[in-house]
């Protein structure tokens, strides 16, 4: 098919063959992906990306078998992301399934210095935390006992998070990025 001028994007004829052979490469997608709405989904982006690289057909290929081809790739792709994904998905399962929460006692020693830091903060954001994080109740219920609304006190729970992730990287810094949970760095004993 000889193009007509342009080395970037695609002819006006080839977009027009390929537009009017919508519905065979829908059917072609449907086919193997198993879902219409799938299909679509793949379609779109080969025709953006056949828009964008509409200069790579050669003279003597027609736009159609070249899209076709184009096609083919992309539900290769398709299949390769969702394979990714499942496996990511099987290894997060495994993780959960293996996964144990520490007892009682074992959550005390980690949240030492997070208790010494805590103690640093201005009032009302210690009774936020201690309210929301540690004892699990609701904004509601922090709302009703300070006496301000139920926004104020998500944005109180907000600033009062910040300000001790704050604290904590500052008083231990590399253990608060990466999670310490034997924490050596002395940092909760200087805080009392």
């Not at 072609?28 to 025709?47: C, H, M, N, P, Y």
Request: proline content about 2%; aromatic content about 6%.
């Amino acid at each position: 098919m000889a193009r007509s001028g342009t080395t970037d994007g695609l002819s006006p004829e080839a977009l027009q063959q390929l537009l009017a052979s919508r519905q065979q490469f829908l059917g072609f997608l449907k086919k193997r992906v198993g879902s219409e709405e799938t299909a679509e989904d793949i379609l779109q982006a080969a025709f953006v990306k056949g828009l964008e690289r509409g200069g790579s057909i050669r003279e003597d290929e027609s736009a159609v078998a070249w899209f076709y081809r184009l096609l083919r790739n992309a539900v290769i792709d398709h299949y390769r992301q969702r394979g990714s994904s499942i496996v990511a998905l099987e290894r997060f399962a495994a993780e959960m399934e293996s996964h144990e929460e520490p007892d009682i006692g074992f959550r005390g020693e980690i949240c030492e210095c997070i208790t010494g830091v805590m103690a640093t903060l201005k009032p009302e954001y210690q009774q936020a935390l201690d309210m929301v994080e540690l004892q699990e109740r609701s904004l509601s219920d922090l709302a009703a006992i300070a006496d301000i609304t139920g926004n104020n006190a998500a944005v109180r729970v907000h600033r009062a998070r910040e300000a001790l992730r704050s604290r904590v990287e500052a008083a231990c810094g590399l253990c608060a990025k990466h999670g310490c949970i034997d924490c050596s760095c002395g940092s909760h004993s200087l805080m009392r």
